[in-house]
């Protein structure tokens, strides 16, 4: 199937292209957020079949995430919503609102001039799909990172989100399901020192080392690539 395409950046500005797949056996509705109080992309949600591909064209420099909706629907007044990820604009589009956690997350800052990108992909809101970002061109480091493995698969009864059919279709982080400082970060834990890996933190990392499993998590977590790559992000890897 040949990718749809949404282009955001003027003539001749540096931009860096996403190819958002959907290697899941079922559709997704990906959407993206842009950070920073800068403006959205022309495209901030969008419907994606099983095995299909979207590119997407962003202007750097540019901060912002992505994630996966599923078991979506539009009920008989036109209102689009998901089980899982879903924005609470009642379309297909998010208009800048984020996803309800928990999400699997992938975020990105991109650099002007062909500079340092950051890029992750993160727990700390908690899991729904296996995902993986894959750096394309680009001159230094420039190394893949995902979370390949279903956390649902060993997610703890108390942080399971379940669907019509009694399935898990997404796990909670413990600061969703438990809201306490230790596992938030906040309060006296809010530095990086104080609040350390936890039993639920070590679970996730144990599934994906190169996830953020709770928001310290910066060492083994944070990549970086130089040089004006394009990126592969592809749920269900």
Same mark, same amino acid.
């Given at each position: 199937m040949e990718p749809n395409t949404f282009h955001v950046c003027n003539s001749g500005a540096y931009s860096t292209t996403f190819t958002i797949t959907n290697n899941c056996a079922f559709t997704i509705w990906p959407a993206t957020l842009t950070g920073g109080g800068t403006s959205q992309l022309s495209s901030t949600g969008f419907e994606l079949p099983s095995k299909a591909s979207s590119t997407? *064209?962003?202007?750097? #420099?540019?901060?912002?995430?992505?994630?996966?909706?599923?078991?979506?629907?539009i009920d008989t007044y036109g209102k689009f919503t998901c089980a899982i990820g879903d924005c609470g604009s009642g379309q297909i589009s998010c208009n800048g609102a984020g996803g309800t956690p928990p999400v699997s997350?992938?975020?990105?800052?991109?650099?002007?001039?062909? @500079?340092? *990108?950051?890029? *992750?992909?993160?727990?700390? *809101? @908690?899991?729904?799909? #296996?995902v993986k970002v894959t750096p394309q061109g680009g001159l230094k480091g420039c190394n893949t990172s995902s979370c390949p493995f279903d956390v649902n698969t060993i997610c703890p009864s108390n942080f399971a989100i379940k669907g019509s059919d009694g399935s898990v279709i997404a796990c909670k982080s413990a600061c969703l399901a438990l809201n306490q400082p230790q596992y938030c970060c906040t309060g006296p834990f809010a530095s990086p020192d104080k609040c350390l890996p936890t039993h639920y933190s070590i679970m996730f990392k144990n599934q994906c080392p190169q996830a953020y499993s709770y928001a310290y998590d910066d060492k083994s977590s944070t990549f970086t690539c130089s040089g004006g790559a394009n990126y592969s992000i592809t749920f269900c890897p």
């Open positions: 997407l *064209d962003v202007q750097a #420099p540019w901060s912002g995430r992505f994630w996966a909706r599923s078991q979506c629907s997350l992938v975020e990105f800052t991109l650099a002007a001039n062909r @500079g340092l *990108d950051f890029y *992750d992909v993160s727990l700390v *809101d @908690g899991f729904n799909l #296996p």
